[in-house]
């Protein structure tokens, strides 16, 4: 066997210039197929991990997906808020260990606004239950407080004490600027990879206050309130977007949901955060397999141009073949010296695939995970991304058996004989 691999060894060096053109093509066509499947499924952790510790996640009835992206990835429109009573209400439920409440619906130069209290920084966790960390400063005291993520600070050069103004309305488009009650920056959070480095978070009572003198989401004509006199009034919130739950026993998680779901005074709608992003996979499960699929059919092209560079490189080797012969080599030989040739190129290409994926992983994982919240690792793949790293073996390994046997069945008499 030695012998063998030897012999397909130097059969293979001795047409190394195209062979190796073969392999660096089966390394890149394995590298889109395994990067795709990784990148996946460290989106989906990367989802996963932007919230964690939260039992449930509440808002004004919507379909489950829709009120986990905005109330938790900043993505659409509440259609409706909840009442702020019916926060207090559920946050009193003897069940219920802490509750977060969320506004949204302002922003600062298309970085999301949050208004939320004092026990975001304290409960929200994200990851493997890790806590908000600041990087500088502290959590909002004052009305017109803010703090920022790090991605926030790091676009638009905020640093502590710089001064910003919200503007009514989310996006790169928002309606109108709230330019008479600036906010000051009291905190910057430190990179967690998720939303929140995205995102401006200021109190409940600032969001009160900066809509004193608006109504049905315009200013009112003739009324300004100015920023020092705005604690002269009742800042309580009278609705918000969303709350994040936590709950004294997880073992009560489904009786809550379904005492929340059947709530009378308004309705609302419970949603279990791991639930809510598996259905979300499933309306994306088309996207991600087309993907695999395009990716697969490059692996096979690469396999396609492997198996025609060697079954057209057989006439120019005719004669090599049948000296081997002559010499006593039996057809059984020949057939694993090209099948072994081929499989020596294909996993020569799998291998370097391999640690392209793996290479690209450690530069572009700390980008990923800094600005997209990916978790990027080239620690260790994936289960099924070594499933699919067999199947590629596996199916070269076929694919080898085709010039073998196109070998075998070569006589000695053809081999020995020129073709005119």
């Known amino acids: 066997m030695n012998i063998l691999l030897l012999l397909a060894y130097r059969s293979a060096w001795n047409r190394r210039g195209t062979l190796g053109l073969m392999v660096f093509s089966i390394a890149l066509s394995v590298m889109l197929l395994l990067g795709v499947a990784q990148l996946r499924n460290a989106a989906h952790d990367g989802f996963s991990?932007?919230?964690?510790?939260t039992d449930l996640v509440v808002g004004a009835r919507t379909s489950p997906i829709q009120l986990m992206l905005y109330a938790v990835f900043r993505l659409g429109d509440a259609t409706h808020n909840m009442h702020?009573?019916?926060?207090?209400?559920?946050?009193?439920?003897?069940?219920?260990?802490?509750a977060v409440p969320?506004?949204?619906?302002?922003?600062?130069?298309?970085?999301?606004?949050?208004?939320?209290?004092?026990?975001?920084?304290?409960?929200?966790?994200?990851g493997n239950h890790q806590l908000l960390e600041f990087q500088s400063g502290a959590p909002f005291n004052g009305i017109f407080d803010a703090v920022i993520g790090a991605e926030v600070a790091e676009k638009l050069h905020y640093a502590l004490?710089?001064?910003?103004?919200?503007?009514?309305?989310?996006?790169?488009?928002?309606?109108?600027?709230?330019?008479?009650?600036?906010?000051?920056?009291?905190?910057?959070?430190?990179?967690?990879g998720t939303p929140v480095d995205r995102s401006l978070h200021v109190s409940l009572a600032a969001i009160s206050a900066i809509h004193l003198d608006w109504q049905g989401g315009v200013p009112m004509p003739g009324v300004t309130i100015p920023a020092e006199y705005v604690g002269k009034f009742d800042l309580q919130p009278k609705e918000i977007t969303a709350a994040l739950i936590g709950l004294s026993s997880r073992s009560g998680v489904f009786q809550m949901q379904r005492f929340v779901n059947a709530y009378a005074d308004e309705p609302l709608l419970a949603v279990l955060p791991g639930v809510a992003l598996e259905q979300l996979w499933s309306l994306l499960d088309v996207f991600e397999n087309t993907l695999l699929a395009i990716s697969a059919l490059v692996v096979a092209v690469g396999f396609c141009g492997l198996l025609t560079s060697i079954l057209a490189g057989l006439g120019e080797r005719r004669r090599e073949l049948a000296i081997l012969r002559s010499v006593g080599a039996s057809p059984g030989l020949l057939f694993m010296l090209l099948a072994l040739e081929s499989l020596l190129v294909v996993i020569l290409g799998a291998a370097l695939g391999v640690l392209a994926v793996s290479g690209l992983s450690v530069v572009a994982g700390p980008l990923l995970q800094a600005r997209l919240g990916i978790p990027l690792s080239s620690a260790v793949l994936s289960e099924d991304v070594w499933l699919?790293?067999?199947?590629?073996?596996?199916?070269?390994?076929?694919?080898?058996?085709?010039p073998g046997y196109r070998a075998y069945r070569m006589s000695l008499v053809d081999g020995l004989t020129p073709k005119l």
Not at 102 to 117: E, R, W
């Open 84 to 98: 702020w009573r019916s926060y207090q209400a559920l946050a009193a439920h003897p069940a219920v260990a802490w």
């Open 49 to 53: 991990q932007s919230v964690s510790g």
């Open 388 to 402: 699919l790293l067999l199947a590629v073996i596996t199916g070269g390994s076929l694919v080898s058996l085709i």
């Open 102 to 126: 969320i506004s949204l619906g302002d922003s600062h130069q298309g970085f999301p606004v949050i208004g939320t209290d004092a026990g975001y920084f304290q409960h929200f966790q994200y």
């Open 161 to 192: 004490g710089d001064k910003l103004t919200l503007s009514h309305g989310s996006g790169s488009s928002p309606l109108a600027e709230h330019a008479d009650k600036p906010f000051q920056v009291v905190g910057i959070l430190k990179p967690t």
